[in-house]
């Protein structure tokens, strides 16, 4: 399913540049187009659809009408929320989705660079990280409709108080490396004792758990199996508890 994804925004990317034509490069789907260049993964293997070409998910390759036509653009309603890396001089962005509009799914680019990610359900989707101080806005269109532009977000920034040397050193009574990291990530510079270490989401909810040992090394953790996002680490013992955010790319 990642290679798909990853394949699909690939060749959106090379279409934004004018290098592709997208499209179904499968024979056997509905909406097989023999001209495309490069599959965006929008095969249709069912065969019905809108077939009034005034609505504007008209399907010139529906051969029956399944009473889906719309005739008004419905965006996805999503709210973005800055999430600054402590200490660090970047920022994310996170992208609620509530409502998931009637486009879906959604290639959401923003004018900072060229990265693109593909949005098709409600949740939470992160993109980043951007340089602090630096002003974000982005555009989200549908992939199922041509790449039909659907929203222009208002820009968003993050200022990012950065925290200087000294300050980590008297206030942060651990660190964690890589941060952000896809896969393990080291403890350092906890005491030679036992702690439980958990890992809360951003809703609280504690998604990894695990009884650790301070070590003068470090302390290693595997965190492959969390989704990419921001999340809390939090190491407790009987006489204090501690905590840094961390994030899974």
């Not at 402590?86 to 992208?95: G, H, L, N, P, W």
């Amino acid at each position: 399913m990642r290679i798909l994804l990853t394949f699909a925004l690939y060749c959106l990317a090379l279409t934004t540049f004018g290098q592709s034509l997208p499209g179904c490069t499968d024979p056997n789907a509905c909406n097989f187009n023999p001209d495309a260049t490069c599959d965006a993964g929008a095969c249709n293997y069912y065969c019905g659809g809108c077939t009034n070409p005034d609505a504007i998910n008209y399907n010139a390759n529906a051969l029956w009408e399944d009473g889906s036509c719309f005739f008004s653009i419905e965006p996805p309603q999503m709210q973005l929320v800055v999430e600054d890396v402590e200490a660090q001089d970047f920022y994310f962005v996170r992208m609620d989705v509530m409502e998931i509009g009637n486009g879906a799914p959604y290639v959401v680019s923003s004018d900072y660079n060229t990265e693109m990610m593909m949005i098709s359900n409600n949740g939470q989707y992160l993109a980043g990280p951007f340089e602090c101080g630096s002003t974000v806005e982005f555009t989200v269109s549908s992939a199922a409709y041509g790449l039909m532009e659907y929203t222009v977000t208002d820009p968003v920034g993050g200022a990012c108080t950065i925290i200087s040397t000294e300050e980590i050193e008297t206030e942060q009574t651990f660190g964690v490396y890589p941060n952000p990291s896809n896969g393990f990530i080291t403890i350092s510079g906890i005491e030679n004792t036992t702690y439980q270490a958990q890992i809360l989401d951003m809703t609280g909810r504690v998604v990894f758990q695990q009884q650790i040992n301070g070590q003068t090394a470090g302390v290693q953790l595997n965190i492959e199996a969390l989704a990419k996002g921001y999340y809390t680490l939090q190491l407790s013992n009987e006489q204090s508890v501690m905590s840094r955010g961390i994030m899974k790319e």
